[in-house]
């Protein structure tokens, strides 16, 4: 929450890299061969490197939130294909006799 609340509203390479957590040299390679890895970018006229608005990578990370995890449902005691094992087939002999 620290690193959020002191980005700027521009980042560069390096302020995304620490962001994201990967190498600047990554992300420069991702740039042309995995750019939907990265935040969509920005470049102004008349400049050669990308530039991010800060909201825009904020939202971008959003976008991939996975929800809370929910309590687990009881595992169902599933059958396996062919034939019971002996200890399967005693045990329902047995419950079948208490019946």
């Known amino acids: 929450m620290e690193l959020i609340a002191t980005l700027p509203p521009v980042l560069g390479i390096e302020d995304l890299s620490k962001i994201l957590r990967k190498k600047p040299s990554s992300i420069t390679v991702d740039l042309c061969r995995a750019p939907y890895r990265l935040p969509p970018p920005c470049t102004p006229p008349g400049q050669r490197e ?3 608005l800060a909201e825009d990578v904020l939202d971008w990370l959003r976008a991939f939130r996975r929800p809370a995890a929910s309590k687990p449902e009881p595992q169902v005691e599933k059958r396996r ?17 208490r019946e």
């Open 50 to 52: 990308q530039i991010w």
């Open 81 to 97: 294909p062919g034939r019971p094992t002996k200890a399967e087939q005693i045990r329902r002999r047995r419950e079948k006799e």
